[in-house]
T-cell receptor
Framework: KAGVTQTPRYLIKTRGQQVTLSCSPI?????VSWYQQTPGQGLQFLFE?????QRNKGNFPGRFSGRQFSNSRSEMNVSTLELGDSALYLC???WGTGINTEAFFGQGTRLTVV | SQKIEQNSEALNIQEGKTATLTCNYT??????LQWYRQDPGRGPVFLLL?????KEKRKERLKVTFDTTLKQSLFHITASQPADSATYLC????????FGPGTSLSVIP
């Protein structure tokens, strides 16, 4: 059974640009959550999608957005990149809504904004 | 505001000893609490989940306790091995998941 796949693994962008990250969940999983991880702030919740609907959202500005497709694959987009957006972006999938079920994380996308 | 704290310092223990990691929280009433392990450059890996009405959960060499009165969870690794060296994260779950800052554990041979 393939794990959670995130692409790309590494990305370098310039301030002001926008970026799209992709996450393919484990087959059969319908919930996808996104997190930002930085050394200073730790792992912070961005949003959760279940069956193409955003169920929860963290405290991030509107520049951070996401969506989920009918095959449960998810994308997150960050517009007008800032230096502080440099981080490891992690995606996690789970069978249920992600609240009381085990979450499986991908290896993450390392985004560097210069 | 909601706050989660884990062992403030990195934890170094001798192989074979029991490692005990703490997770304290304030201004939150989680329905569940999870523990994850994270190795450098990799995403977290789920270890254990404990519900608010459970006091203790075990899985092989791992044991988790959950005290909702003290607002604290303890995570124990018995007979620790160098391969247990990693960062351990607690996560509180209610309507969404909030992760603690993590504790770095080093098991010295």
């Amino acid at each position: 059974k393939a794990g959670v796949t995130q692409t790309p693994r590494y990305l370098i962008k310039t301030r002001g640009q926008q970026v799209t990250l992709s996450c393919s969940p484990i087959s059969g999983h319908r919930s996808v959550s996104w997190y930002q991880q930085t050394p200073g702030q730790g792992l912070q919740f961005l949003f959760e999608y279940f069956s193409e609907t955003q169920r929860n959202k963290g405290n991030f500005p509107g520049r951070f957005s996401g969506r989920q497709f009918s095959n449960s694959r998810s994308e997150m987009n960050v517009s007008t990149l800032e230096l502080g957006d440099s981080a490891l972006y992690l995606c996690a999938s789970s069978w249920g809504t992600g609240i009381n079920t085990e979450a499986f994380f991908g290896q993450g996308t390392r985004l560097t904004v210069v | 505001s909601q706050k989660i704290e884990q062992n403030s310092e990195a934890l170094n223990i001798q192989e074979g000893k029991t490692a005990t990691l703490t997770c304290n929280y304030t201004n939150y009433s989680p329905a569940y609490l999870q523990w994850y392990r994270q190795d450098p450059g990799r995403g977290p890996v789920f270890l254990l989940l404990i519900r608010e009405n459970e006091k203790e959960k075990r899985k092989e060499r791992l044991k988790v306790t959950f005290d909702t009165t003290l607002k604290q969870s303890l995570f124990h690794i018995t007979a620790s091995q160098p391969a247990d060296s990693a960062t351990y994260l607690c996560a509180l779950v209610h309507d969404k998941v909030i992760f603690g800052p993590g504790t770095s554990l080093s098991v010295i041979p």
